[in-house]
């Protein structure tokens, strides 16, 4: 059975930083490349989410990036992640995926 993948224009941003940061281009172009094939929709941050994100901040104990990512998720109607990162655990609307 298939799973619908999807992410935002801010994992874009944090492995192009992450990579760069490190000299890794090519691995930054490579990494890119592949979450661009396997995930449909890429969805932008909107000013919606910022909103929701500032909101979250304020109730849970979680970092501005996951905040972010979880307003996203929030206003897309998306309660699935897969993550590494407990600080999703928090907030009561997401599942996390351990993966």
């Given at each position: 059975s298939k799973i619908q993948?999807?992410?935002?224009?801010?994992?874009?941003?944090?492995?192009l930083y992450r990579y760069y940061s490190l000299?890794?281009?090519?691995?930054?172009?490579?990494?890119?490349?592949?979450?661009e094939d396997i995930t449909e929709p890429i969805l932008s941050v909107s000013q919606e989410d910022i909103t929701k994100a500032i909101a979250?901040?304020?109730?849970?104990?979680?970092?501005?990036?996951?905040?972010?990512?979880?307003?996203?998720?929030?206003?897309?109607?998306?309660?699935?992640?897969i993550s590494t990162d407990t600080h999703f655990d928090q907030i009561p609307e997401i599942k996390r995926i351990q993966p």
């Open positions: 993948v999807c992410t935002n224009t801010e994992v874009f941003q944090e492995i000299d890794k281009k090519e691995l930054a172009h490579q990494a890119c490349k592949l979450l979250l901040l304020k109730q849970y104990s979680i970092n501005v990036r996951d905040a972010v990512h979880a307003a996203t998720m929030l206003n897309n109607d998306i309660r699935h992640i």
